[in-house]
């Protein structure tokens, strides 16, 4: 374990438009078809990448969590398109339903994570993986059973997030993988070289806390190299994660579609930019997803993941529902209503 104390950047409550950003383009699908056959329709974009042994990193969320993805579509999609798979979690490092890998495994049944394997990865312990570039760790801890994996699927509920202002592939990475009792903490606690912690169990915020998130998630992709690809589903966004289960804030932006690509920053980015499209262009009466964006500094995931080489900042966008045409932010949310439930 090496943590080093570091300067975070600035500027994170700031939201660069595409226009305005530099860099190559990446590709990413997109459809609006929220069903079993949307998620599979957008999963054989980017499936030939994944070989072997697949983790699906998914965040299966707490007791009777109301916005999770959709516990029938992922059971469709392993049956159909991953047999073999096995569903990959860490414990929590806050105290709940899924501190522990006993109360974890309970959690998973009663949400319905029940139809293939499910791993928590850091029943076990933890091992290091090494972050390329980073300015905070040298290593991360991850689940040590992550290891026993060739491929990875990450399948995010992109939603908002209570400190990282919006949870999408980097979060559900760069805190899912993480191990719950030391990678966790050296994310979201002050933590010396030695072990040594200070100012509290979520003392790390803002472009820090994003930096961190996003270190961490280096590691895990840099591991898989090009064998991990991304799934976004814009559905349920909630400004609460998926953590908070049934005390997530009640859910007004509009649902979106899913998104698939093999560039974690390209995919994020565009979820985050399809959001703010909604609101800055009068399609929604709703800023409450960009304001919990901008106020917790969110926007700085986005831009470190480009300054680190984790991807593109720009991207194509193109749509599943018309030949794989390009198509604009505009018109990829002109089908929006506003949420019912």
């Not at 850091?122 to 993986?129: P, S």
Request: with cysteine; charged share 25%.
């Amino acid at each position: 374990m090496a943590i080093h104390n570091a300067t975070p950047g600035s500027n994170g409550d700031v939201y660069i438009p595409l226009e305005e950003r530099n860099g190559e383009e990446s590709v990413v699908f997109f459809t609006r078809d929220l069903s079993a056959d949307g998620l599979r329709k957008a999963f054989a974009k980017v499936a030939d990448r994944l070989e072997g042994k697949v983790a699906i990193k998914l965040h299966t969320g707490e007791q009777h969590g109301p916005n999770i993805i959709p516990r029938e579509w992922v059971a469709e999609l392993v049956e159909k398109d991953l047999p073999e798979a096995t569903i990959v979690e860490t414990n929590t490092y806050y105290a709940g339903d899924r501190d522990t890998t006993e109360k974890h495994l309970e959690t998973l049944k009663v949400n319905g994570w029940t139809f293939c394997p499910v791993d928590i990865t850091d029943d076990k312990g933890y091992v290091e993986w090494p972050v390329e570039g980073g300015k905070w760790f040298d290593t991360m801890a991850v689940g040590a059973s992550l290891e026993n994996y060739d491929s990875m699927l990450t399948l995010t509920h992109f939603k908002g997030h209570a400190m990282g202002g919006f949870g999408g592939s980097n979060k559900n990475i760069g805190i899912g993988c993480a191990s719950g009792k030391e990678g966790k903490k050296w994310i979201h606690t002050q933590t010396s070289d030695n072990g040594k912690t200070w100012g509290g169990q979520w003392s790390v915020a803002n472009e820090e806390l994003m930096e961190k998130i996003t270190e961490s998630t280096k590691a895990t992709i840099d591991h898989f190299g090009e064998r991990v690809v991304y799934i976004n589903v814009m559905r349920n966004m909630s400004v609460s994660c998926d953590c908070e289960g049934t005390s997530a804030q009640p859910v007004v932006t509009p649902n979106v579609g899913i998104l698939a690509s093999t560039d974690i920053c390209a995919i994020d980015t565009a979820c985050v930019d399809l959001v703010l499209t909604m609101t800055h262009e009068g399609l929604v009466h709703n800023h409450d997803l960009e304001e919990r964006m901008s106020s917790r500094h969110g926007f700085r995931q986005l831009e470190y993941m480009h300054e680190l080489g984790m991807g593109n900042w720009r991207y194509q966008l193109l749509d599943l529902d018309n030949a794989e045409e390009p198509v604009s932010l505009s018109d990829a949310v002109a089908h929006v209503v506003p949420f019912e439930g």
